[in-house]
Nanobody, 125 residues
Framework: QVQVVESGGGLVQAGGSLRLSCAASGRTFNNYNMAWFRQAPGKEREFVSAIMWSGVGTRSADSVKGRFTISRDNAKKTVSLQMNSLKPEDTAVYYC??????????????????WGQGTQVTVSS
């Protein structure tokens, strides 16, 4: 069983930065690939970024490459998403998710079994 809790959302002006954090419980956290997804109003949830269980490999959606950075601290059982140069189109509820596997990084929702409740990010123009 893994529980994930997101924090760090808020309101920021376009061009600003936010850092989201995801705190996870469970003894096997270090074995799980982790990811961030987001869902904007009226849209389907979409992949943002993912990181390997080891922290060595990452992948990100084209829309956030060069602006968002995912990282993890296995000792603290946390995953972070540093978001820079934010745009109004980044406004969404951001979700942290855990993949119970530790194979190749996936951008598919179905690959992730444990989800947090989400944290709201609003970027004003």
């Amino acid at each position: 069983q893994v529980q994930v809790v997101e924090s760090g959302g808020g309101l920021v002006q376009a061009g600003g930065s936010l850092r989201l954090s995801c705190a996870a419980s469970g003894r096997t956290f270090n074995n799980y690939n982790m990811a961030w997804f987001r869902q904007a109003p009226g849209k389907e949830r979409e992949f943002v970024s993912a990181i390997m269980w080891s922290g060595v490999g990452t992948r990100s959606a084209d829309s956030v490459k060069g602006r968002f950075t995912i990282s993890r601290d296995n000792a603290k059982k946390t995953v972070s998403l540093q978001m820079n140069s934010l745009k109004p189109e980044d406004t969404a509820v951001y979700y942290c998710a855990a993949d119970v596997g530790n194979g190749a990084l996936s951008a598919r929702e179905a690959s992730y079994y444990y989800w947090g409740q989400g944290t709201q990010v609003t970027v004003s123009s």
